[in-house]
Nanobody, 116 residues
Framework: QVQLVESGGGLVQPGGSLRLSCAAS????????MSWYRQAPGKERELVAL????????NYADSVKGRFTIARDNGKKTVNLQMNSLKPEDTAMYHC?????????WGRGTQVTVSS
């Protein structure tokens, strides 16, 4: 059974940091591109960051460049998103996605709220 389970979300003040984690099981994790998406209420889902299967290439939304870092551990089957200098506009539900050759899997998400 395929599972992607996110954790690490919560309430943080502006300027703070959070580290999201996504634990994968039930598929060949090392063969999949992993991504983090987010969706705020009333807004479209947005790609935040992705990392290739080997971890050699990463890409970020302009809105998070220089603040967020995506990393993966193929041995542990995890992908993390380190989020620094958080802003209120980063508030959203964050989802982990695995994708390869038209196949995709999604996690249920973890809520991030940035507020004073």
């Amino acid at each position: 059974q395929v599972q992607l389970v996110e954790s690490g979300g919560g309430l943080v003040q502006p300027g703070g940091s959070l580290r999201l984690s996504c634990a994968a099981s039930g598929f060949t994790f090392s063969s999949y591109v992993m991504s983090w998406y987010r969706q705020a209420p009333g807004k479209e889902r947005e790609l935040v960051a992705l990392i290739t299967s080997s971890g050699g290439i990463t890409n970020y939304a302009d809105s998070v460049k220089g603040r967020f870092t995506i990393a993966r551990d193929n041995g542990k089957k995890t992908v993390n998103l380190q989020m620094n200098s958080l802003k209120p506009e980063d508030t959203a539900m964050y989802h982990c996605r695995a994708g390869r050759s038209g196949v995709e899997y999604w996690g249920r998400g973890t809520q991030v709220t940035v507020s004073s």
